[in-house]
């Protein structure tokens, strides 16, 4: 199947490419045979990937981020956590006063912000640099709203998260011939 028709299809589920984004660019990071020898595997994950040419921090789709589970690094490793999680659902500023402690050290760490007034702070279980996903969890039933929820494909260390709702999720399982996503266990 041609990338754009797959992109045409994702499109129609409420994945579609983001402003400004380009076939171009897509090709810059794998050749169209990667994407087209077996349609969507490679498209589908890309979609969660900034491009990778300058300028910077600039992602293929708004409702997608390939999340590699491995990325605590120290302080602010779970603000911009929290903040991919809030791009995606297209409510960047749903989260305020951001701040995380990370200490790999001591092993001490926790998450805070406000949401909705509430202020609310989660102790960080740390294991090494991998993130605690209880604590993602948290995130995202915090920022989930209306008929849509996180959608998980795996791989391996790393998952693509995907915001959309639940019909749009078993429509993609549906044109992919197979479970491509599933609800992020929470």
């Not at 969507?40 to 589970?69: K, N, S």
């Not at 007034?117 to 995202?140: F, H, Q």
């Not at 929820?149 to 995907?162: D, I, K, P, S, W």
Request: proline fraction near 4%; hydrophobic fraction near 40%.
């Amino acid at each position: 199947m041609r990338l754009e028709d797959q992109l045409a299809a994702l499109a129609d589920l409420g994945l579609p490419l983001a402003a400004g984004r380009t076939v171009d660019e897509l090709l810059y990071s794998w050749p169209r045979e990667a994407y087209e020898r077996k349609p969507f595997d490679q498209l589908l994950f890309t979609l969660g990937c900034a491009v990778e040419a300058e300028p910077w921090d600039r992602w293929f789709c708004d409702r997608a981020w390939h999340f590699d589970t491995e990325c605590v690094r120290g302080r602010g490793s779970y603000v911009t956590l929290a903040r991919r999680l809030s791009r995606i659902t297209g409510r960047p500023d749903a989260l305020t006063d951001l701040r995380d402690h990370v200490d790999l050290g001591t092993e001490e760490a926790w998450l805070a912000y406000t949401a909705d007034g509430r202020r609310i702070t989660w102790p960080i279980e740390v294991r090494d640099d991998w993130a605690d996903l209880m604590v993602v969890g948290y995130l995202m039933d915090e920022l989930e709203h209306g008929r849509s929820r996180f959608h998980v494909r795996h791989n391996g260390q790393a998952m693509t998260l995907f915001y959309l709702d639940t019909d749009a999720a078993e429509r993609l399982n549906t044109l992919t011939g197979e479970e491509t996503v599933a609800p992020f266990p929470g």
